[in-house]
Structure formats: C-alpha cells, structure tokens
C-alpha cells in the first residue's frame, strides 16, 4: 500500500440498499485498520428495534429525522468507514457535515443483483411502491444523481471482485488529488 492521503480521514461509502455497501465496507474497515459505523446499526441500536419496525410504527419521516441525528453524531469521527444507508444522501445536511476529509465511495450493482439480494430481505420495507422491483427501480433512478454527486471512486459489486473494489479504492486515497 503506497502513502495515504492523510487529508482523508474517512470513507464515506454510498449507494442503494442490496448493492454490498456492507461488504465493502467492512473489507475496507480490515484493510485500513479504521473503525467500521453504519447509520442503520446506530439506528436500529438506539432504537431497540429494526428498520422495518422502526418505519412501519413512525413512518419515513420520522426514521429520516432519527437517521440525521445519528449522522450528525458520527459527522467529526476521523480514521472511520461511514457505512450510510442508501437514503442518506437525500439529505445535503446529512452529507455536508460528513464529506469533509472523507472520500465518498459509490458502491452499485446492476438492478437484477439488487432484486435478487432484497428478495429474501424482510428488515428492509419497500420505500414508495407497491412491488419490489418497481421500488427498486423508481427510488434507485431518483438516487442516481446524488450518489454521483458525493463520491469520487464508483465500484459495481455485480462487475468488481472484492479485491478489485479495494484496490480502485485505496488508489483513490493514494492520489486523491487525480480524482
């Protein structure tokens, strides 16, 4: 591993429920040696129940205002992998405070590898609409440009092995300045 970026203190890793944000994110937790968070572990900790439940008695909105106190909790954490849930980035005041000195790290996969994985998930409630891929396929087009517009490395898990996704990502943090 060449020189890091010492200006990165954080990876802040993005993208849809089901693309393997938590794979990367604990491989990347491993290889850096960095403490791993993720936004729906604290959630589902302070709150004392899942996700699914957590909506499904408060609804969206509240879970989203939950979810921003939380983000805001982690927001100064250095030498960490930010695990985001995949709605995090609708909200630019969860994302500011979280992308200074972080690089932001897009994990996708394509929509058939996305369905498959959520099919057997039952901790995850359909955010909009009435079948699942029709969920997918609405809320992941709607979320396209913000996951553009917080990362600097994209990786596809249904392309990428797992060391290729480690290895985009720590040439990132090694010349972050070519980004």
Request: with cysteine; charged share 30%; aromatic share 6%.
């Amino acid at each position: 591993m060449e020189k890091l970026d010492p200006d990165i203190q954080r990876l802040v890793v993005i993208g849809y429920r089901g693309a393997g944000k938590s794979t990367v994110s604990k491989h990347m937790a491993t290889v850096l040696g960095w403490e791993l968070i993720s936004t729906d572990d604290l959630l589902q900790e302070d709150c004392g129940m899942s996700i699914a439940e957590i909506v499904e008695l408060y609804g969206w909105e509240e879970f989203r205002k939950v979810e921003h106190g939380h983000v805001l909790s982690i927001a100064n954490r250095r030498q960490c992998i930010v695990d985001c849930g995949g709605g995090v980035v609708e909200s630019d005041e969860n994302m500011e405070p979280l992308m200074p000195d972080s690089l932001g790290v897009w994990v996708d996969a394509g929509m058939s590898d996305i369905h498959e994985r959520l099919t057997s998930d039952t901790s995850r409630p359909l955010l909009s609409e009435d079948t699942l891929y029709q969920d997918i396929l609405r809320n992941y087009t709607r979320r396209v440009p913000m996951y553009e517009q917080y990362s600097s490395v994209y990786v596809n898990t249904s392309v990428d092995t797992l060391d290729e996704v480690e290895r985009k990502i720590l040439r990132a943090m090694e010349n972050r300045e070519e980004l």
